[in-house]
């Protein structure tokens, strides 16, 4: 078996560094019912970017209110929940911090707003190990659209060939895909009956990544110095 070479990781936040899909959802509810509203699952939802999120949910529900506000309401009570409670989940921070050991470039391609994106890895302890943050809701298209993913590519200077995407969601695997690169799907608890068909690689947990005999990562130069 040929051995893929990366020489750039890109990991999606939510469900793949920490379990914090639940905690979204049961912001998003409590939220909802301010507005007199009682919300089932986010499961639907999950690689949204929140913006997106609410947009749907307020067409589905008739709500009359600006998906943009319940946005900001939204980041403004799931911030310091964030802070709190963070909790890394299996792999976190062994597998990013041994891939940067071997001077693989690393970047977070997420969904959520920066601030909460910063806010967690923050919480996680982890925001050193990654070279490059970017956020899909300040991109053009959010998931599964690749904009975030190729944004992500383009700041670490890798070719997106050269890079793999750890993703627990659908739409994120068919992002990773639509901007040329390979993905390895990690299940959440809330995912594991997404679609994975377009996945390099499912894997039943991270630390599986660095044992994966798929993958040869590689030592990159940084961006300039060839």
Do not use: N
């Not at 509203?37 to 999120?53: D, F, Q």
């Not at 190729?150 to 068919?174: H, K, Y």
């Not at 809330?190 to 599986?208: I, N």
């Amino acid at each position: 078996m040929v051995r893929l070479r990366i020489d750039a990781v890109i990991f999606d936040m939510d469900g793949v560094l920490l379990d914090s899909e639940p905690l979204h959802e049961d912001v998003t509810r409590l939220l909802l019912a301010d507005c007199g509203v009682t919300w089932g699952s986010g499961v639907a939802y999950v690689g949204m970017t929140t913006r997106e999120s609410f947009t749907l949910i307020c067409h589905e529900l008739a709500l009359p209110h600006d998906p943009a506000e319940l946005d900001a309401r939204y980041t403004a009570r799931v911030i310091p929940l964030l802070r709190e409670r963070a909790r890394p989940l299996p792999g976190v921070p062994e597998v990013p911090r041994a891939l940067k050991a071997q001077g693989v470039r690393l970047a977070v391609g997420s969904s959520s707003r920066l601030e909460v994106i910063e806010a967690t890895l923050d919480g996680l302890g982890v925001r050193a190990l990654f070279d490059v943050v970017v956020s899909a809701a300040d991109m053009p298209r959010g998931k599964p659209a690749p904009d975030v993913f190729l944004e992500a590519a383009r700041r670490l200077g890798i070719p997106p060939e050269a890079c793999v995407v750890i993703e627990d969601s659908q739409r994120g695997v068919q992002a990773a895909r639509a901007a040329g690169m390979r993905c390895v799907a990690v299940p959440c608890g809330m995912t594991r009956r997404h679609d994975f068909s377009e996945a390099t690689l499912v894997l039943g947990g991270l630390p599986e990544l660095l044992a994966s005999s798929l993958f040869t990562f590689h030592t990159s130069p940084p961006p300039g110095s060839q």
